[in-house]
């Protein structure tokens, strides 16, 4: 049996009060159970003040088998930021620009850019796999996606892992790679029809919508936006095509994390359930949840546990 837990985004100590309310104990070395295990579901690192002793804590639990663990977007960036360009010595394959640098200070000031600390978490953010595919569930930071999976197939090992020679690629803006991760750890997005937009949170018009990638039957642009309510209402309501939206018909519940949601934890659909619920925010907003998977196929909100 698993517990499931969000974002983390170097909270450690609210991690430590949600495995303690989980039943979980310290022996000294890690956190264990006696009957479960944890998977996380990526985001250790950037925006808390604890990075360095979330990926210790969470790093030691996979180590003595008490745990499982897939890679967030976060790990991804934290990857590409790092590695030289194959082709660019001087550059990196994530781009070293002021926004890119602004959005992982909090991680570079917290193990000292270019340490050996630095060096040895980025090695461990690549041993993180893209998903896993369970006997009876799957767990995905942001999308399961069969069309991204698959294109991702040839470029991951058998433990659902990038290879080295994949990283490149998968950086390259435009590549098929690319666009794959991107859905696998952002979401789905789909382009608006022809002359709609958007202005973002910094006023830059958009003309992509991330998805609620999981709805079945027929949906319109405005009910799968995953956005606030107040630009929802400024999108068309046109029926969406329906081979832009794949729904998710399989018999195995997934679960993701990576949508920021706010309010009380509760299912996306009877098999999809996120728990991300926005940690870096104070409570009661911010919540570190956890869903407690006993075996049964069907999602519950009352199976969700949050700190």
């Known amino acids: 049996m698993y517990d499931i837990i969000g974002d983390i985004h170097g909270h450690a100590s609210r991690l430590e009060s949600l495995l ?3 039943g979980y104990d310290h022996d000294g070395h890690s956190w264990r159970h006696p009957e479960r295990h944890a998977i996380f579901l990526g ?18 639990m996979i180590e003595r088998g008490s745990a499982l663990a897939v890679m967030g977007n976060h790990e991804f960036n934290a990857v590409a930021f790092k590695t030289p360009h194959p082709d660019r010595p001087d550059e990196r394959l994530r781009p070293h620009s002021e926004k890119n640098r602004q959005q ?9 850019e270019d340490s050996d600390l630095h060096d040895e978490m980025i090695a461990w953010f690549k041993t993180l796999p893209l998903y896993l595919d369970l006997e009876a569930l799957r767990v995905v930071h942001a999308c399961w996606h069969h069309w991204a999976l698959e294109t991702l197939g040839p470029l991951t ?3 659902q ?6 990283w490149p690629e998968v950086a390259q803006k ?11 750890l952002k979401g789905l997005e789909i382009p608006l029809p022809d002359g709609a937009t958007f202005l973002d949170k ?14 079945e039957g027929q949906a319109t642009y405005r009910s799968i936006a995953m956005m606030d309510e107040q630009t929802r209402a400024t999108l068309p309501d046109e029926e969406v095509p329906t081979h832009e939206l794949p729904g998710y018909q399989d018999d195995k ?10 309010g009380t934890p509760q299912p996306m659909s009877s098999k999809v359930a996120c728990v991300d619920y926005t940690v870096t925010e104070p409570l009661p907003t911010g919540k570190l949840t956890a869903y407690r998977w006993d075996g049964l196929q069907r999602i519950s909100g009352e199976r969700f546990v949050w700190v």
């Open 43 to 60: 985001d250790f690192i950037d925006r808390g003040p604890e990075q360095v002793e979330t990926y210790e804590l969470v790093r030691r």
């Open 157 to 159: 090992d058998d433990g």
């Open 104 to 112: 992982h200070a909090a991680f570079l000031d917290q193990v000292g």
């Open 253 to 262: 519940p997934v679960f993701v994390g990576h949508y920021w949601l706010r």
């Open 202 to 215: 910094e006023r830059n018009e958009r003309r992509h919508i991330r998805t609620r990638w999981w709805d």
């Open 174 to 184: 435009g590549s098929e790679a690319y666009e794959a991760v991107e859905t696998v």
């Open 161 to 166: 892992r990038l290879t080295e020679r994949a």
């Open 20 to 22: 303690q309310k989980l």
